[in-house]
Nanobody, 125 residues
Framework: QVQLVESGGGLAQAGGSLRLACAAS????????MGWYGQSPGKQRELVAT???????NYADSIKGRFAISRDNAKNTVYLQMNSLKPEDTAVYYC???????????????????WGQGTQVTVSS
């Protein structure tokens, strides 16, 4: 199985910065896309940013130019640099990854699509 552990959330003032990290662990064969999703109270979970194994990125319009997603494939870790934070960025941020896990034998390989437990980001005005 594959587990995702997020870190780096917390409290920031408007205009400030935070950096989130999400590390994947387990019997990982490969990871395709990794991404961050945000969920505000009473709202559905929404895409923030995603990044493929090749480095192609996709961002929500609301955070373009302020947030940057990156990943370290050697460490199976994805980051979200959050700059120029706004109160409306307040949310629980969830990490997601999909790929293949399994053992040495390819017959044991299975696809995974896993979520982290979430990390709270609160931006005060």
């Amino acid at each position: 199985q594959v587990q995702l552990v997020e870190s780096g959330g917390g409290l920031a003032q408007a205009g400030g910065s935070l950096r989130l990290a999400c590390a994947a662990s387990g019997s990982i064969v490969s990871i395709n896309a990794m991404g961050w999703y945000g969920q505000s109270p009473g709202k559905q979970r929404e895409l923030v940013a995603t990044i493929t194994s090749g480095g192609s990125t996709n961002y929500a319009d609301s955070i373009k130019g302020r947030f940057a997603i990156s990943r370290d494939n050697a460490k199976n870790t994805v980051y979200l640099q959050m700059n120029s934070l706004k109160p409306e960025d307040t949310a629980v941020y969830y990490c997601n990854a999909d790929g293949v896990f399994g053992g040495v034998l390819t017959v044991t390989w299975r696809r995974f699509d896993t979520w982290g437990q979430g990390t709270q980001v609160t931006v005060s005005s």
